[in-house]
């Protein structure tokens, strides 16, 4: 892999995972805090909204440092599909089922930018698109300002396709350079209806991470950490862009295999 490498960490489980991922999430919350009192951060839907909670809602060991500041953290999605809040399909829904619904309060609340549920059933997703990418221009400065809004953390699923977001292997998606949020009908995996962060956008951020757990991964993970075919791949292509920005945390059965040096730590 040329240039600077990502990091590929690996555990014995999910639980274990949990454990080292909460110091690299708070990490992250602490230096935002630092420079701008603010964490912008974006997630993804799947597993990673429960090793998330897992992670996250455990009691620390009461220092600040060890402390999730959820009134200061802004939540925005780094896809959504075009379906209602409270569709099973929707990733706001997945995260406040699992994390967002059990945060104590005396961590305060995040605020969270979900999709505007009025355009779900329109017929081209654009205008879903088009409306997210306002509220991140609110957020983020108005777009003529800055060319690329600049997220805090981003966390990530990895599909055993090797797709990220709702970016997927060869669509068009993956030229797009000028549009922070883009629109996307026919997305091979169901929904087809979505919008997604670009790529731009997602390699940008301060840091990124990667969930990726289970045997059914071993074999695209193979594909992006040790194949010369599988560098256009859009999980690929995150860690191309953004290098060492980007940790991987897997557990031992999605990397089973693959021969990219990975470690147990940070």
């Known amino acids: 892999m040329a240039?600077?490498?990502p990091n590929l960490l690996s555990f014995q489980d999910?639980?274990?995972?949990?454990?080292?991922?909460?110091?690299?999430?708070?990490?992250?919350?602490?230096?935002?805090?630092?420079?701008h009192?603010?964490?912008?951060?974006?997630?993804?839907?799947?597993?990673l909204p429960a090793v998330l909670a897992k992670s996250l809602l455990v009691p620390g060991d009461g220092s600040p440092e060890d402390t999730a500041q959820f009134s200061k953290w802004e939540i925005f999605f780094a896809d959504e599909r075009?379906?209602?809040?409270?569709?099973?399909?929707?990733?706001y829904r997945l995260l406040k089922d699992e994390l967002l619904s059990k945060i104590p309060?005396?961590?305060?609340s995040p605020k969270v930018h979900p999709i505007d549920e009025a355009h779900v059933n329109?017929?081209?997703?654009?205008?879903?698109?088009?409306?997210?990418?306002?509220?991140?221009?609110r957020s983020f400065a108005a777009k003529?300002?800055?060319?690329?809004?600049?997220?805090?953390?981003?966390?990530?699923?990895?599909?055993?396709?090797?797709?990220?977001?709702?970016?997927?292997?060869?669509?068009?998606?993956?030229?797009?350079?000028?549009?922070?949020?883009?629109?996307?009908?026919?997305?091979?995996?169901?929904p087809p209806k979505r919008i997604t962060l670009t790529l731009p956008v997602v390699t940008h951020a301060v840091n990124i991470a990667f969930i990726a757990t289970?045997?059914?991964?071993?074999?695209?993970?193979?594909?992006?950490f040790d194949a010369e075919e599988g560098r256009s791949l859009p999980s690929s292509l995150v860690n191309q862009g953004a290098g060492e920005k980007v940790t991987w945390f897997t557990d031992h059965a999605a990397v089973e295999g693959v021969s990219f040096p990975r470690r147990g730590s940070l």
């Not at 274990?16 to 805090?33: E, F, G």
């Not at 309060?105 to 305060?108: K, N, Y």
């Not at 329109?122 to 221009?137: C, G, I, N, S, V």
Request: glycine share 10%; hydrophobic share 35%; net charge negative.
């Open 3 to 5: 240039g600077p490498a």
């Open 82 to 91: 075009a379906v209602p809040l409270n569709h099973e399909d929707s990733n």
């Open 105 to 108: 309060s005396d961590l305060g």
């Open 37 to 47: 009192d603010t964490f912008r951060i974006a997630v993804s839907g799947g597993s």
């Open 214 to 224: 289970g045997g059914g991964k071993k074999e695209i993970m193979k594909q992006i």
């Open 144 to 190: 003529d300002s800055v060319k690329l809004p600049v997220f805090d953390l981003i966390l990530l699923g990895c599909g055993p396709d090797g797709h990220t977001c709702s970016l997927f292997p060869g669509h068009e998606l993956l030229r797009e350079k000028d549009s922070w949020v883009s629109a996307i009908s026919d997305s091979p995996k169901p």
């Open 14 to 35: 999910t639980g274990a995972l949990a454990k080292q991922l909460r110091p690299y999430v708070l990490r992250n919350q602490n230096s935002a805090l630092s420079r």
């Open 122 to 137: 329109d017929e081209d997703p654009q205008e879903l698109a088009d409306l997210y990418q306002e509220d991140l221009m």
